[in-house]
């Protein structure tokens, strides 16, 4: 009963249904802006990262929550589970805006921080749609419970794995073939009716298919990206979005169209109704009694050495490649150490699904207890704030050793062949293809 109960019943669920509308803008939109390049180049990593960043978290919760605290076995791994997550659009908030000398995204830790936090918001999201299922077996339903719990996993899985198969091989010959070139004759609009079918396929199917349709989402946008030709002479191939747009050849981005027409209203109204949607369902005066307070600030102080422990792979990663990427003329832990606090605290876990994961145990099954509630609602907003706080003392500081070192902004010398260089930005790629068409 938010406001005093001053809104009606009605208007409290129209502003939950335009609010979740906003929460799917943020997943596709994340799909959207995301390099699937780079997360090729850095996937064993990044998986290696992902996978801590899920298992610690569960795995110390256990130890806190189960053994210590007295909660129950499914309740600690829906509150570990919610704790497990980093989001993704404050990844982007926090790498884009913490430095000024450099571009985060472009250098090898961005990549694996952002490909680490994918996949960990990825599984996330399949691990709510299973906690949401999990209220079924307490109402007594007759329910296969492997079925119950494998469909969202199983069908996340064949959704991953078929939607790149399927762009690759069928939708990008065919879209750069016979529809590309016609996309520039009405730019926006066209990419708006494109954006907006892939968009309700995706979370058509994945609703069907007995997944999360915010994975749908994510992956809606990472197929849209997927699509355009990447020759410099491409329609989708611009300097800018008003190149894109004064140009008869040439057509805005789906990032452009996006930006344009939809992130605004997604920014100061769907956005802020999501969050304020979520913050309805937090008991304010009951977080603030004596067990609630120390249960969550322990729990807080775990969760963020759960996460920290992720940027262990850096040393360890150095470790094993020293020969071709480590600086042998400085110790090895002092020269990543900065990297490795930079991943960690990056990785903590923020924000918008591990509230909705929580809350969708609250709320949707009998599992969660109050007390288990407050605990995990303490532990995500103190690790919303610590973490970006970190982060941003630590780019400030260090920040230009991190972009200059062995896991900063990388030249193709350095890769060995091994990586692409990514230090090359948009405009670097049209300036050289048009030289080449010049001679």
Same mark, same amino acid.
């Given at each position: 009963?938010?406001?005093?109960?001053?809104?009606?019943?009605?208007?409290?669920?129209?502003?939950?249904?335009?609010?979740?509308?906003?929460?799917?803008?943020?997943?596709?939109?994340?799909?959207?802006?995301?390099?699937?390049?780079?997360?090729?180049?850095?996937?064993?990593?990044?998986?290696?990262?992902?996978?801590?960043?899920?298992?610690?978290?569960?795995?110390?919760?256990?130890?806190?929550?189960?053994?210590?605290?007295?909660?129950?076995?499914?309740?600690?791994?829906?509150?570990?589970?919610?704790?497990?997550?980093?989001?993704?659009?404050?990844?982007?908030?926090?790498? &884009?805006?913490?430095?000024?000398?450099?571009?985060?995204?472009?250098?090898?830790?961005?990549?694996?921080?952002?490909?680490?936090?994918?996949?960990?918001?990825?599984?996330?999201?399949?691990?709510?749609?299973?906690?949401?299922?999990?209220?079924?077996?307490?109402?007594?339903?007759?329910?296969?419970?492997?079925?119950?719990?494998?469909?969202?996993?199983?069908?996340?899985?064949?959704?991953?794995?078929?939607?790149?198969?399927?762009?690759?091989?069928?939708?990008?010959?065919?879209?750069?073939?016979?529809?590309?070139?016609?996309?520039?004759?009405?730019?926006?609009? /066209?990419?708006?009716?494109?954006?907006?079918?892939?968009?309700?396929?995706?979370?058509?199917?994945?609703?069907?298919?007995?997944?999360?349709?915010?994975?749908?989402?994510?992956?809606?946008?990472?197929?849209?990206?997927?699509?355009? /030709?990447?020759?410099?002479?491409?329609?989708?191939?611009?300097?800018?979005?008003?190149?894109?747009?004064?140009?008869?050849?040439?057509?805005?981005?789906?990032?452009?169209?996006?930006?344009?027409?939809?992130?605004?209203?997604?920014?100061?109204?769907?956005?802020?109704?999501?969050?304020?949607?979520? &913050?309805?369902?937090?008991?304010?005066?009951?977080?603030?009694? &004596?067990?609630?307070?120390?249960?969550?600030?322990?729990?807080?102080?775990?969760?963020?050495?759960?996460?920290?422990?992720?940027?262990?792979?850096?040393?360890?990663?150095?470790?094993?490649?020293? &020969?071709?990427?480590?600086?042998?003329?400085?110790?090895?832990?002092?020269?990543?150490?900065?990297?490795?606090?930079?991943?960690?605290?990056?990785?903590?876990?923020?924000?918008?699904?591990?509230?909705?994961?929580?809350?969708?145990?609250?709320?949707?099954?009998?599992?969660? /207890?109050?007390?288990?509630?407050?605990?995990?609602?303490?532990?995500?907003?103190?690790?919303?704030?610590?973490?970006?706080?970190?982060?941003?003392?630590?780019?400030?500081?260090?920040?230009?050793?991190?972009?200059?070192?062995?896991?900063?902004?990388?030249?193709?010398?350095?890769?060995?062949?091994?990586?692409?260089?990514?230090?090359?930005?948009?405009?670097?790629?049209?300036?050289?293809?048009?030289?080449?068409?010049?001679?």
């Amino acid at each position: 009963m938010p406001l005093a109960d001053i809104l009606l019943e009605i208007w409290q669920e129209t502003f939950l249904a335009i609010g979740y509308i906003g929460l799917i803008l943020i997943i596709f939109e994340g799909g959207l802006t995301s390099r699937m390049d780079l997360l090729k180049q850095n996937f064993f990593l990044s998986m290696l990262a992902a996978t801590t960043g899920v298992l610690f978290p569960i795995g110390l919760s256990y130890l806190l929550l189960y053994l210590g605290f007295g909660y129950g076995a499914v309740e600690t791994f829906i509150i570990g589970a919610a704790l497990s997550t980093t989001s993704l659009g404050t990844t982007f908030a926090v790498i &884009g805006g913490a430095s000024k000398d450099i571009d985060l995204s472009q250098t090898r830790v961005g990549t694996v921080l952002v490909s680490a936090a994918v996949i960990d918001d990825v599984s996330g999201l399949v691990m709510s749609s299973v906690i949401h299922d999990l209220g079924s077996i307490s109402g007594g339903a007759d329910v296969n419970l492997g079925w119950l719990i494998g469909r969202p996993i199983l069908a996340s899985i064949l959704m991953a794995a078929l939607t790149p198969l399927f762009c690759k091989y069928v939708f990008v010959p065919l879209f750069r073939r016979y529809i590309e070139h016609h996309f520039a004759r009405y730019d926006h609009f /066209s990419n708006i009716v494109l954006m907006v079918v892939i968009l309700c396929a995706f979370i058509s199917i994945a609703s069907f298919a007995g997944t999360s349709v915010l994975f749908g989402a994510f992956l809606a946008g990472s197929f849209i990206t997927y699509l355009p /030709s990447k020759h410099p002479d491409g329609p989708f191939v611009v300097y800018s979005r008003e190149h894109g747009e004064q140009n008869d050849d040439k057509s805005p981005t789906f990032v452009h169209t996006f930006e344009k027409y939809f992130s605004d209203t997604q920014k100061y109204l769907m956005e802020p109704l999501f969050f304020a949607s979520i &913050g309805f369902a937090i008991p304010f005066i009951d977080l603030w009694s &004596g067990s609630a307070i120390w249960h969550g600030v322990v729990y807080t102080l775990l969760m963020l050495l759960a996460k920290v422990i992720v940027g262990i792979w850096i040393p360890l990663w150095d470790a094993v490649t020293k &020969g071709r990427t480590a600086n042998d003329s400085k110790p090895l832990l002092l020269e990543t150490l900065p990297t490795a606090g930079l991943l960690g605290f990056a990785m903590v876990a923020r924000g918008e699904i591990g509230l909705l994961i929580v809350e969708i145990g609250y709320n949707s099954t009998p599992y969660v /207890s109050d007390a288990g509630f407050y605990t995990a609602v303490w532990a995500i907003l103190l690790n919303t704030i610590i973490g970006p706080m970190v982060v941003g003392i630590i780019i400030k500081f260090r920040g230009k050793g991190i972009g200059s070192g062995s896991w900063g902004i990388q030249d193709s010398e350095e890769n060995d062949g091994s990586e692409k260089p990514q230090s090359n930005s948009q405009d670097q790629r049209l300036e050289e293809g048009s030289d080449m068409s010049a001679q």
